[in-house]
């Protein structure tokens, strides 16, 4: 089975996903049922169907995640010497050849990606075009507009 890169943060988050799902929602959902199934006529009750539709979604996540943190390789970049090459979970900032528009975004697992963050998934062109390039260095990235240059000014590995 191929390992599932995620930051420090990310392991972090879903295990604490899992926890309230297990501790808190579980539960609930549980009382849901039983307090429905009181109601009577199962087949025309919705509180009861409701209930049994969320438990189901509420499994399906655990199994989810629980299948991901089983095989999750967690890369923490502030443990690694920065030698100002792009790698999985480093912050890069970069800069727009034609606007000098600057933009700055961490580089994450699909999990943790959320572009109103500016976390960007390792599988995105963006992060793909960036991996593996340096500070200084000129890359020319595949966007719906079609190709645009930028250029590195900053990685940090934080």
């Given at each position: 089975m191929q390992k599932i890169p995620m930051t420090v943060q990310g392991e972090v988050l879903l295990r604490e996903e899992l926890v309230e799902l297990k501790t808190v929602k579980r539960p609930r959902i549980v009382a849901d049922i039983a307090e429905a199934r009181e109601h009577g006529d199962l087949k025309e009750n919705a509180e009861y169907h409701a209930a049994r539709e969320e438990q189901g979604f509420c499994e399906g996540r655990i199994q989810e995640i629980e299948a991901k943190l089983s095989n999750v390789q967690v890369i923490d970049v502030t443990k690694m010497p920065n030698n100002g090459k792009v790698i999985f979970g480093t912050t890069?900032?970069?800069?727009?050849?034609?606007?000098?528009?600057?933009?700055?975004?961490?580089?994450?697992?699909?999990?943790?990606?959320?572009?109103?963050?500016?976390?960007?998934?390792?599988?995105s062109p963006i992060a793909r075009g960036l991996i593996g390039k340096e500070v200084d260095d000129e890359v020319s990235i595949a966007t719906p507009k079609g190709n645009v240059g930028f250029e590195i000014i900053e990685v940090q590995y934080k």
């Open positions: 890069v900032t970069i800069v727009n050849i034609e606007t000098d528009d600057e933009v700055t975004y961490k580089i994450v697992g699909d999990d943790e990606a959320n572009i109103k963050k500016n976390l960007i998934s390792v599988n």
